[in-house]
């Protein structure tokens, strides 16, 4: 049984002078990258905002959204809410500049997306079968199709209470998509242009959306995948942070509270191997181009 890698590696600081680089083989291969000693430090301030109560209870999320730099979910004083935006906003520089570093060959190509805060407990958000993310998957969302575009996640423990966060991580992501191919219909003619012009998606779905969309939900939906399949659980402690292309990775979150997390965006035809991408992956198992 295979299941993701979890690398290891030593540094203690996100800034240039740390000593990881050239890390895109290891998470364009789909492994987690671990960084046990790379705490998100808060100022005495902020310690205040690790508390549900800042979540404005609509969202499950405190987001940033770039480039505008805006937040949305958050309920307080304009004074607690510009504090809260800018230990948000450090994150989202510190996570940038170590991406950078790790992955110097993404340099000019990455783009920056939400960034966002979770002082939410895991245990008992979810809401439907699909939207439970304590059930392996790999990302894919309905409304907003990514057309082939990578999902790089930078993560940050930042519990003050010892608690880790908790994940499954699942099998590689080419022995999942065989799992589950050839079950995979294309999709109904016309079908993505509806959903364009109804504004169900954000654009168009195109049919590497609609693997991985299938991939998603497949593999939520399988009971006996959840239980049975090769998995590992991984904790990561308080002053954890971890990096993984969450498009590729199988993982579940099965408890913690008070994370942050930055989304990066990457053309896969940018990557350093672009034939390791999920559509790379899927192109080839299938013999042809998913456009
Ligand atoms: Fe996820």
Redesign the pocket.
Known sequence: MTTTVVREFPDTTWSDDGPTRGAEAAVERGEVLRFPYLPFALHESELRFRDPRWADGKAKNISVRWPAGDMRGAAGTPAELAALQAMIVRYAEQSEALALRLFPHYRGHLKRGNTSFRPVDVAGRATSWRKD?TRL???AFPSNPMQGTRLLRVFCNINPNGKPREWRVGEPFEAHAKRYLSAISRPLPGSAWLLAKTGITKRRRTEYDHVMLQLHDRAKADAAFQKDSPQAKVSFAPGTTWVVY?DQVL???MGGQHMLEQTFYLDAMLQQRPETSPRGTLERLMGRELR
């Open positions: 993310d998957h790999v990302d969450s993982h579940a979150a």
